[in-house]
Structure formats: structure tokens, C-alpha cells
């Protein structure tokens, strides 16, 4: 799976495929084959296992809400941080007029999830009176990860990733208080 994320990342779909990715992988052809139908499966899996934070699931298991707040901060600032997850996103992005269903498994096996999850924990921040009772969490939720993904992509790459999203999110009306 290194080698797919690797190919992918350095040559998107077209340079990805099951015949380079078992060469750079030192194994067989058949192996490719027989473990994946396609070769979005295998790069959808590939970018999963190539997290190198916790997954959102653990992230609020067993913590307070203000713990909970710092890890989830923390992931997201790992994440859009990392040059090798702006190579992917950009491929995964780039490809999405050609290869419409790789972006669309993408979306499905990774985003959709982990998306529910944070609506579901400001929903409970809203109805706990954490958030303004009127915040509309869905539409903030996609001004803060257009903005963090928008930074990521084009912006600029010297600044602290953790204090712009803080600051996105304060804009977004998704912090209490005045953080």
C-alpha cells in the first residue's frame, strides 16, 4: 500500500497502476491483483493506513470536552500539515473530473464517517449550550475544512497549521467563548 501512495502521490491515477505498483512494491503482479478489484480500492485503503494520527473514534473516547477540543485540533493540524496528505488530496482532487469514482470512495470510506462524527459532537456541543443554539454546525463545518483545505492546497505553507485552523474556527462560530 506504501508503494500505491507513493505512485499516486508522485504521479496520480494513471502513474498508479497494479503493474508499477507491485514493481516498486518487490512483489508479484498477481499479489495486486488477487487483494484488490481496483485500483481506487487500493488507494483509498492505502491513504487510510497511511494516517499518522489517532482516528477521530479515539479522539473522544474517555476525555473531557476540553481534551477532547486539543486532540481533535491536533489531528487536523497533523493532517493538513503533512506534505505527503497535500500531495494526495491534490491528486485525489485532480483526478475527480476524469476519475470521478475514486474521489467519490474517498468520500465515502473516509470523509462521510468522520464528518458524521464531528456533526454528531457539535450537535452535542450545540444542545449542551457550548455553541449558540442557532449555529448552523453543517455549514460551519464546511467553512472550516474549505478554508483548512484551500490553506492547505494554494496557500501559504510557513505558518503555524494549528493557529489558523483555531483561528477558522473561532470565524466559523465554532469556538465557546472567547478562546
Do not use: C
Not at 499479489?31 to 499518522?52: C, F, G
Request: proline share 3%.
Amino acid at each position: 500500500m506504501k508503494a500505491a501512495l507513493e505512485l499516486f502521490a508522485e504521479r496520480g491515477l494513471e502513474g498508479a497502476n497494479f503493474e508499477q505498483i507491485a514493481k516498486r512494491a518487490g512483489v508479484a503482479k498477481v499479489t495486486v491483483y488477487r487483494r484488490w478489484s481496483s485500483k481506487e480500492e487500493l488507494l483509498v485503503q492505502a491513504i487510510e493506513r497511511a494516517r499518522t494520527v489517532a482516528p477521530e473514534e479515539e479522539i473522544w473516547a474517555g476525555a473531557d470536552v476540553p481534551e477532547q477540543d486539543g486532540r481533535l485540533m491536533d489531528s487536523w493540524a497533523t493532517t493538513f500539515g503533512d506534505a505527503r496528505f497535500r500531495a494526495v488530496l491534490a491528486q485525489l482532487i485532480g483526478s475527480s473530473v476524469t476519475h470521478p469514482s475514486l474521489l467519490e470512495t474517498y468520500r465515502e470510506t473516509y470523509i462521510e464517517p468522520r464528518r458524521r462524527l464531528v456533526l454528531e459532537t457539535l450537535e452535542r456541543a450545540r444542545r449542551d449550550g457550548r455553541l449558540a443554539a442557532g449555529a448552523d454546525v453543517e455549514a460551519a463545518v464546511d467553512m472550516v475544512v474549505g478554508a483548512a483545505m484551500y490553506r492547505m492546497l494554494v496557500g501559504p505553507r510557513d505558518d503555524d497549521t494549528r493557529r489558523y485552523l483555531e483561528r477558522v474556527i473561532r470565524q466559523a462560530g465554532l469556538a465557546p467563548g472567547d478562546q
